[in-house]
Nanobody
Framework: QVQLVESGGGLVQAGGSLRLSCVAS????????MGWYRRTPGKERELVAE???????TYADSVLGRATISRDSTRNMVSLVLNSLQLTDTGVYYC??????????WGQGTQVTVSS
């Protein structure tokens, strides 16, 4: 079993920045991908950013240039910094880990609310 514990988030002003962190524990397979998804009001859960163990990254178009994902594979940690926050960034952010054909794992989610 794999557990993902998120931290960060909360209430942030538009134009500001936030940092989300996630630590994974348990039976973690190597060559995994860790990252962040979010569910914003009225939308399906969508990828924000992810990084594999070789540090290849993928970013959603909506955060490109504003987001930076990083990870420490030795500690099974992944972080996301999101700058120039917009009201449309409001939502629940989920840490995510997937490896090979195994089912993906999800954190419990952390609320991010951007205020004007």
């Amino acid at each position: 079993q794999v557990q993902l514990v998120e931290s960060g988030g909360g209430l942030v002003q538009a134009g500001g920045s936030l940092r989300l962190s996630c630590v994974a524990s348990g039976n973690i397979l190597p060559f995994n991908v860790m990252g962040w998804y979010r569910r914003t009001p009225g939308k399906e859960r969508e990828l924000v950013a992810e990084m594999d163990v070789s540090r290849h990254t993928t970013y959603a178009d909506s955060v490109l240039g504003r987001a930076t994902i990083s990870r420490d594979s030795t500690r099974n940690m992944v972080s996301l910094v999101l700058n120039s926050l917009q009201l449309t960034d409001t939502g629940v952010y989920y840490c995510h880990l997937r490896a090979g054909l195994s089912p993906p794992h999800w954190g419990q989610g952390t609320q991010v609310t951007v205020s004007s």
